[in-house]
């Protein structure tokens, strides 16, 4: 039977320590920085970080379980790991921004550590290692669950990641118990926070089979009944998604078969979540000087006047074979993240950055795998090439990603401009009409309502309206027969029907003031009061 293949640990992980690590983990995040500066979001933090009031601890234990419960009586999925995290952190840091940016910031850390260690774990050389985590916790496409402070991949993923580190250090240790405990807690932690990170599983599971590089057969024989019960944790996710199939109802997530448009959806998201917009042709230039160093591999140049010609095949297996052979391990773990992470999320109907998760990491491991063999070409044109390319699609992603950490920024600042002005002004009891569409959105006037009712305006209501001015449902917001006294577009228009008169224009720049976010609120003079 063939061996999995053993990474040269010598290349890595025995020459790098944990100090190496969490200096580049630190390097890596502080990219982040910025973020610092900005308020809470209007997307998941209206409702998540305000503090409970005062309880005795079994009665605050009690309400955390009923806001779990409670969710997946709403929306369906059941995520009790995470409600703790956010429970947590709102009784520490309380209703304080710059408090949660932080303690996000030093969550991005930790998650760039355990994807460092991941890397040396499975061979990767160190410099490969830094500039694929880089362009992993970078890449605009995905650092929405870092720019946000409660979406719950970020959460996840260094419970996720450790639980792979978890199963190599098992698969190699002269007592694996610890190890594999702790690697079943970190994937239990990971479904905690989401059930799709049972795609983990799989990858898990063969780690912990093959990361000591015995041939299959014996690997199976060594470790086959610990990587059985490693993967019992996927009966969390199954148990729950049994029950909720057969539970649903209208309101909560709604799932189907695979389709073909989903594929599609999710294969265009691998590609963006991978960093391939601005890196891929330096990926490209890099498997182009393993083939070409493949050639010379094969024999000598021919001769003056030689017409010997060396077959392509033949070249490209003696250019990637060393690949093969080193890093096999990786690139096997790799594959099953991508096919498990894509497959999980087929039964949907719409992606997202943070949807590519797992499966994206599975590119991470190739991309580590390819840079990591890089140095052993002989240097020429091609290596050259590849680096140059590369560092400059590195930077052009450290600059997209401050970009859109300005454009984030920017869209809380010019709501909580809004949300203060209204909160200051609003007639007592008022009702505000919120005009979703393409510059406002109907998420955002949720959460609207959340921070004003949490900032003491429990009085204000809120009336979900389309772009016609048309009634819109939602279980979030109460229904009122309240008639709007203020309305929220973001045009500069007066909303449809009545007589609106402009109060105030809310405008931040982005993009060094290049770009600029825009939303006007207006005021109905006939139901008005003095003041307002």
């Not at 017409?307 to 250019?319: D, M, N, Q, S, V």
């Not at 200051?424 to 959105?441: I, T, V, Y």
Request: aromatic fraction near 10%; proline fraction near 8%.
């Amino acid at each position: 039977m063939p061996s999995v293949g053993v990474p040269d640990r010598g290349l890595a992980g025995k020459r790098r320590g944990p100090w190496w690590v969490l200096f580049w983990a630190l390097i890596l995040s502080s990219l982040y920085l910025p973020s610092l500066a900005t308020r809470f979001d209007f997307i998941d933090d209206g409702n998540l970080v305000y503090p409970s009031p005062p309880l005795p601890l079994g009665q605050r234990v009690q309400l955390a379980w009923d806001k779990v419960v409670g969710n997946y009586h709403d929306l369906g999925p059941f995520r009790p790991v995470l409600w703790a995290h956010w429970e947590i952190q709102a009784e520490l840091l309380g209703a304080v921004a710059f408090r949660w940016r932080v303690a996000r910031l030093l969550w991005l850390t930790v998650a760039a550590a355990t994807l460092l260690w991941l890397f040396l774990e499975l061979g990767i050389r160190p410099g490969a290692a830094v500039v694929t985590a880089a362009l992993a916790m970078w890449t605009p496409y995905r650092n929405e669950i870092w720019t946000s402070l409660t979406l719950s991949e970020g959460v996840a993923m260094p419970y996720a990641i450790l639980g792979l580190v978890c199963a190599i250090r098992a698969a190699r240790s002269s007592r694996p118990g610890p190890w594999d405990i702790a690697g079943a807690l970190c994937a239990l932690a990971a479904l905690g926070c989401k059930n799709t990170f049972a795609a983990l599983v799989p990858a898990q599971c063969f780690l912990r089979l093959a990361a000591d590089g015995q041939p299959l057969q014996d690997a199976w024989r060594r470790h086959g009944r610990r990587a059985c019960l490693l993967a019992l944790t996927v009966l969390v996710p199954s148990v729950h998604y049994i029950i909720f199939k057969l539970q649903w109802h209208p309101g909560q997530y709604e799932t189907g078969g695979p389709s073909w448009v989903q594929l599609g959806r999710m294969l265009r998201a691998m590609k963006r979540a991978s960093g391939a917009d601005f890196v891929g042709p330096g990926l490209a230039l890099a498997a182009l000087a393993l083939l070409v160093n493949g050639f010379a591999l094969v024999g000598p140049p021919p001769a003056p006047g030689s017409h010997r010609t060396i077959p392509l095949p033949l070249a490209a297996r003696a250019g990637f074979r060393p690949l093969w052979g080193r890093y096999r391990t990786a690139l096997l773990t790799g594959l099953l993240l991508l096919v498990c992470g894509i497959g999980i999320y087929l039964p949907l109907h719409a992606v997202s950055g943070r949807y590519s998760m797992p499966a994206v990491w599975g590119a991470d491991l190739w991309i580590a795998a390819l840079l990591s063999m890089l140095p052993e070409v002989p240097s020429g044109f091609w290596r050259r090439a590849a680096c140059l390319v590369l560092a400059g699609g590195l930077l052009g992603v450290a600059v997209a990603n401050l970009g859109k950490q300005s454009k984030f920024a920017a869209r809380a600042a010019m709501l909580w401009q809004t949300l203060e002005f209204v909160e200051a002004r609003a007639p007592h009891g008022a009702c505000l009409g919120w005009l979703a569409g393409p510059d406002l959105n109907v998420e955002e006037g949720i959460h609207f309502l959340w921070h004003l009712h949490a900032r003491g305006r429990r009085d204000v209501t809120i009336s979900l309206l389309d772009a016609q001015g048309r009634p819109l449902s939602r279980r979030e917001v109460p229904p009122t027969d309240r008639s709007p006294v203020l309305a929220l577009n973001g045009s500069a228009s007066p909303p449809p029907g009545g007589s609106w008169r402009l109060m105030r224009e809310f405008t931040a720049a982005y993009w060094a003031g290049h770009r600029r976010y825009h939303c006007s609120l207006w005021a109905n003079p006939l139901e008005a009061q003095d003041g307002s």
